[in-house]
């Protein structure tokens, strides 16, 4: 294990719900996905961490999720992108083949981040290490209603996520009165036809 992910582990606490990667999906994604991140997924499968706050996922199963949020977007000229992880609120963290960790979405806001990342070409796996390593529970939190939500609703299973009824984009508030325990991939495409994408450019690096 490499420095990086033992700091990740070191922050988040041990893997729950671990799921163990098929060897198809780990050569389906070989070649676009760098083999730091398939070495991961091998070694360590698709899993929760901090008790369900960060997810590691599949990301054949969130291809609905994205093709939702971006499909139709100019992000899409970019790169081609997979989703590698998200939050219990929404968070989804994208993967570009040649753009590596350049671009994140909080759906609950509607709004994403494109970035320009370091870690290009042959500094891809550096870039996953950098990733999983600058990972925190702040970071993926929302208003600090993770430990009110898991008090209230309970754990979460691996397609689960903390969602807000009704929606942010419909009017909703931000407490754990009103989130539910909802399928995340379908309250995420749902999410997406609610309100348009808000680009948010980042500042140079």
């Known amino acids: 294990m490499d420095d990086d992910f033992e700091y990740f582990l070191e922050k988040m606490g041990p893997a729950i719900d671990k799921r163990q990667v098929p060897p198809s999906s780990i050569e389906r994604y070989r070649g676009k996905l760098p083999d730091q991140l398939l070495a991961y997924w091998e ?5 929760g961490y901090a008790e369900g706050l960060f997810w590691t996922v599949n990301p054949q199963e969130y291809e609905p999720v994205l093709e939702a949020w971006i499909g139709e977007t100019p992000l899409m000229e970019r790169d081609v992108y997979h989703i590698i992880a998200s939050s219990a609120f929404g968070d989804l963290y994208f993967w570009g083949e040649t753009t590596g ?16 990342s370091r870690f290009i070409g042959d500094k891809l796996n550096n870039g996953v290490q950098v990733f999983f390593g ?19 609703l309970g754990k979460l299973d691996p397609d689960e996520m903390y969602g807000l009824v009704p929606a942010l984009a419909s009017g909703g508030i931000a407490s ?20 348009p994408l808000d680009v948010i450019m980042s500042p140079p690096p």
């Open 176 to 195: 754990v009165d009103h989130l539910r325990k909802v399928k995340a991939v379908a309250h995420l495409v749902i999410l997406a036809q609610l309100a």
């Open 101 to 116: 960790n350049s671009l994140s979405l909080f759906a609950p806001g509607s709004f994403c981040i494109p970035r320009e």
């Open 43 to 47: 070694e360590h499968g698709w899993c």
């Open 134 to 152: 600058g990972q925190s529970k702040d970071r993926n939190d929302f208003e600090g209603l993770f430990k009110p939500a898991y008090a209230s």
